[in-house]
């Protein structure tokens, strides 16, 4: 691409960038850093999973993150006893035609909120998998299109909390990203009190992104360049995790091709045409860590994959890359 179309292509990223960080932020509050997280996996067609303990905004977050894309939005709050079929549809009988028809469920929107999606048993939060991978559903055999854009947003409390059920690695695998959010700070809080004394400042948020400018803005991260010493990185990276002796399942190639386009969007977000090493290692906790299965010993002395994705980005040497003024 040229200097002129690579501004172009970053010119239309940063369309939908700024308003919805902008926008968002009005409701969430001091986690600018978080929002961009969620744009990111947005601006390269993930899913998101946002965990966190109850009553520090993950239901918020999501919901203000969707009402600022001008497209369909529907939610579920899953329950132990919400069926598959309460997610994806039904195939219920017309007595007016005579015949069966489907019945689509709330899945068929463009923005999907899965509240408190852990809350639900294996077998529910399994109707989602077709959905997240394929985007379609098959329904006694038939098989039905989802819309585009298609984004599952999904809250969970962590697992420890009862009345939930651990997602599975083949699902877990299937977000592209995992964020939280934390407390707010005590000043922070402080100042937040009083502010909400007629109505949220969500009840004021409204879309700010057509579904054209985000599909112009996701193709456009793909053009990011990223040097051929940064691609061997990033691989030599993620299959660390996989010979780790504290690791027993390690991250997968769609962990590492996450990672990959999760930096080219980071870079565009910021403003650069190019990526580089601070764009993976700022990324790889989010896209990363929850993917890896530590062994039970592992995580009996108190290790996390966080940890070991730190100490195994402070060994892995990172390429010197420069840069011409084209960022090549």
Do not use: W
Not at 117 to 141: F, H, S
């Amino acid at each position: 691409m040229s200097r002129q179309a690579d501004r172009v292509a970053l010119d239309s990223v940063r369309r939908v960038a700024d308003p919805v960080i902008e926008n968002v932020g009005r409701a969430i509050r001091d986690k600018e850093e978080e929002v961009r997280l969620c744009l990111i996996t947005l601006l390269c067609q993930g899913h998101l999973l946002i965990e966190d303990v109850p009553g520090v905004g993950k239901t918020m977050l999501a919901k203000a993150l969707a009402r600022s894309l001008d497209a369909s939005f529907r939610r579920i709050q899953f329950t132990p006893d919400l069926l598959p079929s309460d997610v994806t549809g039904v195939r219920a009988f017309n007595q007016k035609l005579n015949e069966f028809e489907f019945r689509p469920g709330p899945v068929f929107a463009q923005v999907l909120l899965a509240d408190e999606i852990n809350r639900a048993t294996p077998k529910t939060q399994a109707a989602l998998l077709e959905a997240m991978e394929e985007r379609q559903v098959t329904i006694d055999g038939e098989t039905h299109v989802l819309p585009r854009p298609f984004l599952v947003m999904a809250t969970q409390n962590p697992i420890e909390y009862s009345g939930t059920f651990p997602l599975p690695e083949a699902q877990l695998d299937r977000f592209f990203m995992k964020v939280r959010l934390g407390y707010l700070s005590s000043k922070s809080e402080a100042m937040l009190l009083g502010q909400e004394k007629v109505e949220s400042p969500f009840e004021e948020l409204q879309p700010v992104v057509s579904p054209d400018e985000l599909a112009a803005a996701q193709r456009a991260v793909r053009d990011v360049f990223v040097k051929t010493e940064l691609k061997e990185y990033v691989a030599r990276l993620v299959e660390r995790t996989r010979a780790h002796p504290e690791i027993a399942l390690g991250a997968s190639t769609r962990g590492t091709l996450n990672l990959f386009h999760g930096a080219q969007a980071r870079a565009a977000v910021l403003g650069r045409e190019y990526v580089v090493p601070d764009d993976f290692k700022s990324l790889a906790e989010s896209v990363l860590a929850h993917r890896i299965i530590l062994r039970p010993n592992a995580e009996m002395q108190g290790q996390s994959a966080a940890r070991i994705l730190a100490s195994l980005m402070e060994r892995e040497p990172v390429p010197q890359t420069a840069y011409d003024d084209r960022g090549r």
